[in-house]
């Protein structure tokens, strides 16, 4: 940087030598200039081996004590998820199979540089190299904790729940978590686990926001939330066939139950197949009016529908 100051222009004139206001706005270029490279010291950066030369996948790194939670994003599917600390062996997280992952590592005492790499499927890496985490015992001072909890939120494949989950270095008190526009939802931890809080929360229908909070028993807090873009729920339809009420049900995740009413007679319909995405059952006529509704459900997430025929 010294030798660019130093240089000659063509006209002979140093440029250390140009005019007052001219030098002003070059030393606010140079100082806005170091605050981007300081910004710049607490993210992860990458640079992608591949034919594109341009790295697809990011990564957001934040640390709380003694645990570091990463949160990886692809263009592509990630493949595998690989970490070392310094020149140690690498540990793999194989069998990802979706395009982000959040993953927590546990921090060593001390000073030392964590290194990542994100594979795709199709087997592109993207590696972030010399991430500096540094971790002491002295955050523990006097048996006054000063580590926040730590909160993931993820959706569970299995259950279609979302499962939160909170964990501390020393002893949980409780979290809460609501739906936004709704009253929060306390759990307790249990003295079976006082450093682990697991739930299972049931997704909305359309794109709600998801807030959690946990604190533990030294009254450390930690905040997230996450949009979810949940099911709309079973469509249902139904048309009149041979003096019947003609239903059709389908559900892009399943159909796990349907109750229907007809003239204030409550009936559930049997035999639904596992992971049925399409059902069709009738309802036949009675004389006179015939008021039918319908509650088709996947999982939680429930479809009224109503109507009325007189034969």
């Known amino acids: 940087m010294n030798q660019i100051l130093s240089t000659n222009d063509k006209s002979g004139n140093s440029i250390l030598g140009l005019k007052p206001i001219v030098r002003f706005f070059a030393i606010i270029v140079i100082i806005v200039s170091l605050i981007f490279i300081g910004q710049a010291g607490y993210k992860l950066y990458g640079s992608l081996k591949h034919q594109n030369e341009y790295p697809r996948a990011s990564i957001e790194a934040e640390q709380f004590g003694s645990v570091i939670n990463l949160k990886f994003k ?56 010399g991430f500096k985490v540094t971790f002491s015992a002295d955050d523990v001072v006097n048996d006054k904790d000063r580590i926040q909890p730590v909160i993931s939120i993820e959706k ?57 909070k946990a604190a533990d028993k030294a009254g450390n807090e930690a905040t997230k939330n996450l949009t979810v873009i949940g099911s709309e729920g079973p469509k249902v339809s139904a048309s009149i066939k041979d003096s019947s009420f003609a239903i059709k049900v389908t559900s892009e995740n399943g159909i796990t139950k349907i109750l ?38 996947e999982d939680e997430i429930m479809t009224e529908y109503k109507c009325k025929k007189t034969k």
């Open 74 to 129: 692809d263009d592509v599917v990630i493949s595998r998820i690989e970490y070392a600390w310094g020149d140690a062996n690498a540990t793999a997280l194989k069998g990802i199979g979706k395009k982000e992952k959040e993953i927590e590592i546990d921090v060593p005492q001390g000073e030392n540089i964590l290194n990542v790499s994100v594979i795709d499927v199709d087997g592109n890496r993207t590696k972030f190299k």
């Open 260 to 297: 229907y009413t007809h003239n204030g007679e409550e009936h559930k319909v049997e035999n639904i197949p596992a992971n049925s995405k399409e059902f069709e059952f009738r309802v036949p006529l009675k004389d006179g009016e015939n008021y039918l509704k319908i509650n088709a459900y």
């Open 156 to 212: 569970s494949v299995a259950s279609k729940k979302i499962v939160i989950t909170a964990k501390d270095n020393k002893e949980l008190d409780y979290i809460s978590y609501n739906w936004e526009g709704e009253q929060p939802t306390v759990v307790k931890a249990s003295d079976e686990n006082k450093t682990i809080i697991t739930e299972e929360v049931a997704v909305k229908k359309g794109t709600k926001v998801l807030n959690v």
